[in-house]
C-alpha cells in the first residue's frame, strides 16, 4: 500500500464502505455506490474519481451523473469501463 497525499482543494475522501464497484479508466480510479461503513448506513449511491496519474493530480472528485435520473442505490455491482451495471438494488424499483 502506498499513501498518496491528496492535493490541496481535494474534496473529501468518500466515507467507508464496503461492495462498492469500482475500476480504473485512463488514469483515475472511479468507486460507485456500496454499502456505507462506520458513520454511513445502507446502500450508497455516491461516485467518486481520484486520480492516480501522479502526486501533483492526487485527488478525490465528485463525478457528475449526466443525466436527470440518478442510479439506485447499489452494492456488489461490476463494472466495465466505468459503466456501472448489474443488480443489488431495491427489488421493488423498476426503473433501475
Request: some cysteine; proline content about 9%.
Amino acid at each position: 500500500w502506498l499513501c498518496l497525499p491528496q492535493r490541496p482543494g481535494s474534496v473529501a475522501p468518500p466515507p467507508p464502505r464496503s461492495s462498492a464497484a469500482s475500476a480504473v479508466v485512463n488514469g483515475k480510479l472511479y468507486v460507485f455506490g456500496g454499502y456505507g461503513g462506520p458513520g454511513t448506513i445502507g446502500r450508497l449511491d455516491d461516485f467518486y474519481s481520484f486520480s492516480l496519474k501522479g502526486d501533483d493530480d492526487a485527488c478525490w472528485e465528485v463525478v457528475d451523473v449526466l443525466s436527470d435520473k440518478r442510479p439506485g442505490c447499489r452494492e456488489c455491482n461490476p463494472v466495465a469501463a466505468a459503466v456501472v451495471a448489474g443488480d443489488g438494488g431495491d427489488s421493488n424499483d423498476s426503473d433501475d
